[in-house]
């Protein structure tokens, strides 16, 4: 069975559609070509924008950093040791007497004990040194008075004598006995006595040399004694713990640091400023500190040559009085005063703009609707503002937004 497919119809209303869609692009087409270029349309919430100033213009560089102190002291293990006890903290207040810990050895602790023994022996042995002295000198001084007694006897003995041989009742050999025995023990007084003399002066030397064994055995006590009392680690000044870099019960060796103690009341500040700023800083210059509970004026006094991650640190001596919050390490804010500049035009500081740049900015026209770019050669610059040498306007208004992506183009539309 044969079915019958009727004609594709052609109808007008295609026709019609076609027409009215080719106007529509055309239309479409000519609408865009008519407008600003995509590229050339900025978002008014995209940019922000200042109006020119005239007037006296402080010039200003501004830092941070922290307050220093001027005295600090470095406390390191005496020895060899384990942290037996930690008493204080960072930032606890001391005073040059505060223990702040105490370590431990076991061998200096045995040492102390030794040498106080060996100094209680040397006491001992001269003290039994001068015993035995005293003894021998007893002896001595025994005989000479049994030498005395035979002296007096036998003197007596030659008085009776003397008369008797000369009436024949003894004989004269008798008598020179007598004699002789009374001349020997005259000379043996005299040298008993000298012996005595010498006996003393030897005592003496041997009793310089005892006491003189116990003076260095109490250097050698004094010594470990030292060694043992430095294993209690005091402050040394007044002030304020800055670090404790150790643990209970770690062990630290000979000249590890334990403590970082610095001065309250001798501060001075070291500011880091942007190296870009550095060359309108000098010596002398005032600064403000600014510890967000006070300021304190201060002076620049050192400049530090070296750069780091793009800033350069100088030091403020510190002029004024410290605010209450003042404290080693505290974290602040510097205003370095570098100058005045009097009536003068200025701006606040575009984006990517540095002192002494000639660039160009954007400048609203009167209706704020477009703006177009114009030439502008800038001077000294603050941290806010900086200054103008160009001819403008005080009505002028920059847009001072990164506005790189624009710069071949001399005028753009702002849109909402």
């Known amino acids: 069975m044969d079915i019958k497919i009727p004609p594709r119809a052609t109808s007008k209303y295609s026709r019609l559609i076609i027409t009215v869609l080719i106007a529509i692009v055309v239309g479409t087409s000519s609408w865009l070509f008519s407008q600003p270029s995509s590229s050339q349309k900025v978002l008014r ?11 006296d213009l402080a010039i200003q560089v501004e830092g941070f950093g922290k307050l220093k102190s001027k005295e600090q002291r470095l406390l ?3 020895d060899n040791a384990i942290v037996e006890e930690i008493i204080l903290k960072p930032g606890s207040l001391v005073t040059k007497d505060s223990i702040i810990a105490r370590l431990s050895n076991p061998q200096i602790t045995q040492q102390v004990k030794d040498a106080k023994r060996i100094l209680a022996n040397t006491k001992t042995s001269y003290l039994q040194l001068e015993l035995n002295q005293k003894r021998e000198i007893l002896s001595v001084q025994a005989q000479q008075e049994q030498l005395l007694s035979e002296l007096e006897i036998a003197e007596l003995k030659v008085s009776a004598e003397q008369k008797l041989v000369t009436k024949g009742i003894i004989s004269e050999l008798t008598f020179k006995r007598s004699q002789l ?5 005259s000379r043996r007084i005299t040298i008993e006595k000298s012996r005595l003399e010498q006996l003393r002066a030897v005592h003496q030397k041997e009793l310089e040399i005892a006491l003189d064994k116990i003076a260095q055995q109490a250097e050698q006590v004094a010594v470990i004694a030292e060694r043992f009392n430095k294993l ?16 209970l019960g770690q062990s630290v060796n000979l000249g590890q640091q334990i403590a970082l103690v610095g001065s309250v009341d001798s501060l001075y500040a070291m500011i880091n400023v942007s190296q870009s700023a550095i060359e309108q800083v000098a010596i002398n210059q005032v600064v403000i500190i600014d510890t967000r509970a006070g300021n304190v004026a201060g002076v620049v006094s050192r400049i530090n040559p070296v750069v780091k991650q793009g800033m350069i640190a100088i030091e403020v001596s ?20 570098i100058g ?4 003068t035009t200025y701006i606040k500081k575009p984006v990517n703009v540095t002192a002494g740049m000639k660039t160009s900015l954007f400048r609203l026209l009167t209706d704020s609707s477009q703006a177009e770019q114009v030439s502008i050669t800038f001077g000294q610059e603050s941290d806010e503002f900086i200054e103008i040498i160009s001819i403008v306007n005080t009505t002028d208004t920059f847009i001072l937004s990164d506005m790189s992506r624009w710069q071949d183009t001399k005028t753009i539309t702002l849109i909402n």
Do not use: Y
């Open 181 to 185: 025995n009374f001349r020997q023990l």
């Open 76 to 78: 390191s293990a005496p």
């Open 45 to 55: 919430s995209q940019i922000w924008t200042d109006t020119i100033k005239r007037g």
């Open 232 to 247: 209690t680690v005091k402050a040394g000044i007044n002030g304020v713990v800055q670090a404790l870099p150790v643990e």
């Open 340 to 343: 005045m500049l009097t009536n």
């Open 318 to 337: 510190l002029t004024g009085e410290l605010p209450n919050n003042a404290r080693p390490e505290l974290n602040v804010d510097a205003i370095i005063a």
